[in-house]
């Protein structure tokens, strides 16, 4: 097949293009790098026969040539602090961008596949969060740039599904980690083995017990190639329900970095930031035949190794 996928230089686009390309389908990649990482596609930019990279942002729409089977949306800021810089961004790409790009899969007759967010859950007053969940967002809080342009992105293809009948699929995705994470983005895996492996402080926000649920990356892309190749076009989490308190990651790195000088210290809670977040993922098992496999200390232990010789001091 020919697959489209935006945000192409991100994390977890990056691992979705070697999964697809490993299976003998072309990519096209498009970015803009405004969050992405030019690194993450180094492998396959110019040096992969079956891989293309277009520059450019897709809230203009794309002159595409030729047949496209696939489109997999997986571009705009995720993590807090970029989202938090890049605002507008943010809500024009996960807007104007799931427009254009529904319109591309309108006309190319593929399908077209958005990724959304579990922050479309806000701070749960369900738990754990199943699809049928309406949320609890603050709409205009300093995340609500990102929940509420994915709530739109959401029902921007929910209503090119209804009325224009396009294929569409939509994934929620929780909290994932793994290699090609930018180690200065924010987010509370990366930052805890970026302060491990270089002696700072592990700064951990309010009391620690506000939970996640971390899957790691290489579970999380089957899930998502799962789904677009499945017949379910509702939103379906994508997650790891090993539900954790956050101050439990930061000591679970912290045993696997035992040469770390580093020492846990406590921070006031940023605003809006949710107290629980674990998937129910019943529809992913139902639907997809999906769960995921990588233990929680052996996915951190393959992402300190990746980092070790990369993360060198500096400032954020």
Same mark, same amino acid.
Not at 2 to 11: E, M, N, P
Not at 249 to 256: E, H, S, T, Y
Not at 279 to 298: C, M, N, Y
């Given at each position: 097949?020919?697959?489209?996928?935006?945000?192409?230089?991100?994390?977890?686009?990056?691992?979705?293009?070697?999964?697809?390309?490993?299976?003998?389908?072309?990519?096209?990649?498009?970015?803009?790098?405004?969050?992405? =990482?030019?690194?993450?596609?180094?492998?396959?930019?110019?040096?992969?026969?079956?891989?293309?990279?277009?520059?450019?942002?897709?809230?203009?729409?794309?002159?595409?040539?030729?047949?496209?089977?696939?489109?997999?949306?997986?571009?705009?800021?995720?993590?807090?602090?970029?989202?938090?810089?890049?605002?507008?961004?943010?809500? =024009?790409?996960?807007?104007?961008?799931?427009?254009?790009?529904?319109?591309?899969?309108?006309?190319?007759?593929?399908?077209?596949?958005?990724?959304?967010?579990?922050?479309?859950?806000?701070?749960?007053?369900?738990?754990?969060?199943?699809?049928?969940?309406?949320?609890?967002?603050?709409?205009?809080?300093?995340?609500?740039?990102?929940?509420?342009?994915?709530?739109?992105?959401?029902?921007?293809?929910?209503?090119?599904?209804?009325?224009? =009948?396009?294929?569409?699929?939509?994934?929620?995705?929780?909290?994932?980690?793994?290699?090609?994470?930018?180690?200065?983005?924010?987010?509370?895996?990366?930052?805890?083995?970026?302060?491990?492996?270089?002696?700072?402080?592990?700064?951990?926000?309010?009391?620690?017990?506000?939970?996640?649920?971390?899957?790691?990356?290489?579970?999380?892309?089957?899930?998502?190639?799962?789904?677009?190749?499945?017949?379910?076009?509702?939103?379906?989490?994508?997650?790891?329900?090993?539900?954790?308190?956050?101050?439990?990651?930061?000591?679970?790195?912290?045993?696997?970095?035992?040469?770390?000088?580093?020492?846990?210290?406590?921070?006031?809670?940023?605003?809006?930031?949710?107290?629980?977040?674990?998937?129910?993922?019943?529809?992913?098992?139902?639907?997809?035949?999906?769960?995921?496999?990588?233990?929680?200390?052996?996915?951190?232990? =393959?992402?300190?190794?990746?980092?070790?010789?990369?993360?060198?001091?500096?400032?954020?």
């Amino acid at each position: 097949m020919r697959i489209l996928i935006s945000g192409a230089a991100g994390f977890l686009a990056s691992h979705l293009s070697d999964l697809l390309l490993g299976q003998g389908h072309e990519v096209v990649g498009v970015d803009n790098f405004l969050t992405g =990482k030019p690194q993450n596609i180094a492998h396959l930019r110019g040096k992969h026969p079956a891989y293309t990279f277009i520059e450019g942002d897709v809230i203009d729409p794309l002159n595409f040539e030729g047949p496209l089977d696939r489109i997999y949306h997986m571009a705009s800021p995720a993590s807090p602090l970029g989202y938090g810089k890049h605002q507008i961004a943010t809500l =024009k790409v996960n807007s104007q961008g799931t427009w254009n790009l529904l319109e591309l899969a309108e006309a190319k007759n593929a399908r077209f596949l958005m990724a959304s967010t579990s922050e479309c859950y806000g701070d749960p007053a369900v738990h754990p969060q199943r699809e049928e969940y309406w949320g609890n967002v603050n709409p205009i809080g300093l995340r609500s740039m990102y929940d509420e342009a994915k709530r739109f992105g959401e029902a921007c293809t929910m209503a090119y599904n209804r009325e224009r =009948k396009v294929d569409t699929r939509i994934i929620r995705i929780f909290n994932t980690y793994g290699p090609r994470m930018d180690p200065y983005d924010g987010r509370v895996v990366i930052s805890f083995i970026r302060q491990a492996l270089n002696n700072e402080p592990m700064t951990v926000f309010g009391n620690g017990m506000q939970t996640r649920s971390l899957c790691y990356v290489s579970d999380l892309i089957i899930g998502i190639q799962l789904t677009m190749e499945g017949d379910f076009c509702e939103p379906i989490n994508l997650g790891n329900p090993d539900e954790v308190p956050i101050l439990q990651i930061a000591r679970d790195v912290l045993g696997l970095v035992p040469q770390s000088r580093s020492q846990i210290t406590f921070h006031p809670m940023p605003p809006d930031d949710p107290r629980l977040r674990c998937p129910d993922i019943t529809r992913a098992r139902q639907v997809l035949g999906w769960s995921p496999k990588v233990p929680r200390k052996e996915g951190l232990a =393959k992402m300190i190794e990746f980092y070790r010789d990369q993360l060198i001091d500096r400032k954020s």
